[in-house]
């Protein structure tokens, strides 16, 4: 596609419930990003996969979050019983090669855990 | 890791004036993207700028890697300006091939008409 995409652009969960926020990044990028935003904040890194081998998860809060890219394109984060603090914009953004090429983003799912 | 630190954090301008907003980095970087987010929370890549200085119409940036620090210019700035701007260099970890961004703060524009 011509640009990042993710959806759903909003989503409302309850406390406790399952989530899935799904990325699909440009055609032919090898490294796909997952950040999280809070409000007022720049965004922080969660997780870094190179194809579909998932490199770094340093940035992932806890074991209720998980991600998997199993093709090697369209990116999936899950997040299991989430809580309130899960609330922020999930930013996933693309690059070219495994190299810090130019990061291109993706417009967000905003989570709001009620 | 690397720290980063934008300034001003607000800044509020009427419509045609300029701007300077400055990037600080803890470490030495070998590139460095800036950013506006739009008040829909859209990420646009402003600048890929590992050094030197770069221009794209009325924004235009620096980077003095030696010195760690980049800067980013408007010029005559317009109601659409308005929005959040980040600086984001990669930061390296243990050898890895690949750069996670580090994101400052950002710097709060507001452009008044």
Redesign the interface.
Known sequence: GAGVSQSPRYKVAKRGQDVALRCDPISGHV?L?W?QQALG?????LT?F?NEAQ??K??LPSDRFFAERPEGSVSTLKIQRTQQEDSA?Y?C?SSFG????????G??T?LSVL | GIQVEQSPPDLILQEGANSTLRCNFSDSVNNLQWFHQNPWGQLINLFYIPSGTKQNGRLSATTVATERYSLLYISSSQTTDSGVYFCAPPTWAGGTSYGKLTFGQGTILTVHP
Not at chain 1, 41 to 45: N, Y
Not at chain 1, 98 to 105: A, L, M, S
């Open positions: 490294s990003f950040y904040q720049g965004p922080e890194f870094y190179q490199l770094d340093s940035g914009v930013l953004a495994p190299d810090p090429g130019i990061q291109y983003f417009a967000g905003r």
